[in-house]
């Protein structure tokens, strides 16, 4: 069994709840990675990621000044970092979602992707 802090990245992309649209859009483009955790403090408030840019952007053409606040999805669903892969991939397929937050002990410890999971699973 292999846990998801085995092939999470602790090298997470982090934005706070006031950056704009733009600015999370060019430092996940900079770092190429399709999400960027919205925390203010300590606090998990969201997740922003490509689909949220592309809605953004969608939705209003003076997006890349709104907050990422806006846009993000709060509260996200997290996998912890003792999850076994299968189920955080299960977690994901069945809700759709690319990316998930780990947390250890109430701590945001990485980002795990569909990808990290895929890799891991297949190989």
């Known amino acids: 069994m292999t846990s998801v802090r085995e092939v999470m990245s602790t090298d997470m992309v982090i ?6 649209v733009a600015e999370a859009a060019t430092i996940m483009g900079t770092r190429k990675v399709g ?3 919205v925390i203010d403090g300590a606090s998990l408030l969201g997740i922003f ?3 949220d840019v592309l809605r953004a952007v969608a939705s209003d053409f003076d997006a890349e000044h709104h907050s990422v606040s806006e846009f993000m999805t709060r509260d996200p669903h997290t996998a912890t970092a003792e999850e076994d892969t299968h189920e955080a991939l299960s977690a994901m397929l069945a809700f759709g979602f690319r ?3 780990v947390m250890d002990h ?6 795990v992707s ?9 190989g």
Do not use: F, N, Y
């Open 106 to 111: 109430g701590d945001v410890v990485g980002v």
């Open 99 to 101: 990316h998930l937050p």
């Open 15 to 20: 934005v706070a709840p006031d950056a704009t």
């Open 114 to 122: 569909m990808r990290d999971l895929t890799r891991e699973l297949s």
């Open 35 to 37: 999400s960027a955790l």
């Open 49 to 51: 990621t490509e689909r």
